[in-house]
């Protein structure tokens, strides 16, 4: 759990529950499709419509999406769970009851784990659940009435429930991020925020240190990480506000207004007790042998955490450039690629999170798109690390390849006349030479002034129209100067 972060005196307190879309291409009691997108109330059968005599039938497929993320994340996987009815009346819901899980979840526990800038950050888990979504209101197009869309309804989705351990908006946003990312990479949910298919809801309170958890409100269907990290904010100073004027915190719903940046109450916060639990009486006990389990967990993909942990083992790297490059598989294949191309990890482990990571940042491009490719990168190093050319000369390089000026390393280096100097003749000439003509700091560095002979390179740098080799430079400078 994260250290106390005080704003106006005050820790921040923030739980998550996130409902993931499971990527089934069926709903999670029936057949029925779940692609999005298509016309109101044409992908709804007659068990998601609740008519008489309909009876739900589990999707294995959901089940074994929810296993994948139990073994993702470090959870105990329960051999025997519980499907129970949550019981509240809306119009998106036509049974009346939304199918859930509730005192025996299919996940229990677990940890994610995650950066945030060079601090490692960990979040409990207290379980994951497998539930069916309820259908859609639909108001925009309508005036003076609502419509309703069952489309969604029966959707499986898996709900995630943190313990209250994220201690501030920041923690929040790199908390959901690295969720999202998890899910994403195991293929259970596809990630589309703006879609509803990773939705979180952020229970937000505030204390005073070494005081009880405060009054807790809930910020529902968060779907951007801009968005979060706004309403959040927003939230805890409304909080501080409200505690500072003398007014208790009442339990609550809360929705985020993007257009005014505000949050504002829905309804009253309902507890477990308001939805009368019981165990549905149409489903059996869902039971997941350890076979089951041994089987989803042969057929995983290497997870983020395994692979940032190679990368660490095979390649030599910092935990922070393996944890930062295992961030998207694209990401992960590319910086391999290129690593075993040229033989220098962690050069270019430095430029796939510096230059390329800073062009994908500003849009230009995504990793699977970037106009410079793994085995571009991989010469580009290769020319830096044998002394070919200079780091700064290497970014007029990648400029070039990714503008399309050029396809070939070498041939930017020829036409650009971007090749270093490395002979140690012409070299010692330029020294003797500026030497010579720098008499006052050559004196000032003998003189013990470090500042000097930064400044002596700095003219043969000049003077080679900065094709030297630094690094050359300065042994060649140094023993000059002994």
């Not at 692979?307 to 998207?328: H, I």
């Not at 796939?352 to 410079?372: K, Y």
Request: glycine share 8%; proline share 5%; net charge negative.
């Amino acid at each position: 759990m994260s250290q106390p972060q005080l704003v106006q005196g005050y820790e921040v307190v923030i739980g998550f529950e996130t409902h993931a879309q499971l990527s089934t291409q069926s709903k999670v009691f029936s057949r029925a499709p779940t692609a999005f997108g298509a016309e109101p109330n044409t992908q709804a059968c007659a068990v998601d419509l609740a008519l008489p005599g309909t009876l739900p039938v589990m999707n294995k497929g959901a089940v074994e999406r929810a296993i994948e993320f139990g073994l993702a994340i470090g959870s105990h996987i329960s051999p025997k769970s519980i499907f129970a009815r949550k019981n509240y009346f809306y119009p998106d819901l036509p049974k009346g009851y939304q199918i859930s899980q509730f005192e025996i979840p299919v996940v229990v526990g677990g940890q994610v784990e995650f950066f945030l800038g060079d601090e490692k950050k960990t979040v409990r888990l207290v379980r994951a659940h497998l539930e069916e979504d309820a259908g859609k209101s639909l108001h925009e197009d309508f005036i003076g009435q609502s419509g309703i869309d069952l489309n969604r309804a029966g959707t499986p989705l898996l709900e995630i429930v943190t313990e209250p351990d994220i201690r501030s908006s920041d923690e929040a946003v790199a908390y959901a991020k690295e969720l999202h990312k998890i899910v994403t990479w195991i293929g259970i949910c596809d990630g589309n925020m703006q879609e509803g298919s990773f939705r979180c809801d952020a229970n937000v309170s505030v204390r005073k240190p070494g005081q009880p958890l405060g009054t807790r409100r809930e910020i529902k269907n968060l779907n951007s990480f801009k968005f979060m990290q706004q309403a959040i904010d927003f939230e805890v100073r409304w909080q501080i506000e409200q505690i500072e004027d003398g007014h208790a915190i009442q339990q609550a719903t809360v929705l985020f207004d993007p257009d005014t940046g505000e949050t504002r109450a829905m309804r009253t916060k309902e507890d477990a007790a308001d939805y009368r639990y019981f165990p549905d009486p149409d489903l059996p006990p869902l039971v997941i042998a350890e076979e089951w389990v041994q089987r989803v967990k042969a057929a995983m993909t290497e997870l983020p955490r395994t692979m940032a942990a190679r990368f660490v083992a095979d390649y030599g790297l910092p935990e922070y450039d393996a944890t930062t490059l295992t961030q998207s598989k694209a990401m992960a294949a590319y910086f391999e690629a290129a690593a075993k191309a040229c033989g220098q990890p962690k050069l270019v482990s430095n430029w796939v999170m510096g230059e390329l990571s800073r062009r994908l940042n500003s849009g230009e491009a995504s990793i699977e798109t970037a106009p410079v490719n793994a085995a571009q990168l991989a010469a580009l190093v290769g020319r830096i690390a044998d002394g070919t050319i200079s780091n700064n000369a290497g970014k007029q390089v990648f400029e070039a390849l990714w503008s399309g000026e050029a396809a070939e390393v070498d041939a930017v280096i020829e036409a650009k006349g971007l090749k270093q100097m490395n002979d140690s003749g012409a070299l010692e000439k330029i020294i003797d030479e500026v030497i010579a003509a720098n008499a006052d700091n050559v004196a000032q560095y003998k003189a013990g002034k470090d500042k000097a002979f930064n400044a002596l390179v700095g003219q043969v740098m000049k003077a080679s129209k900065g094709k030297a080799n630094p690094g050359q430079v300065n042994e060649l400078l140094k023993a000059r100067l002994a």
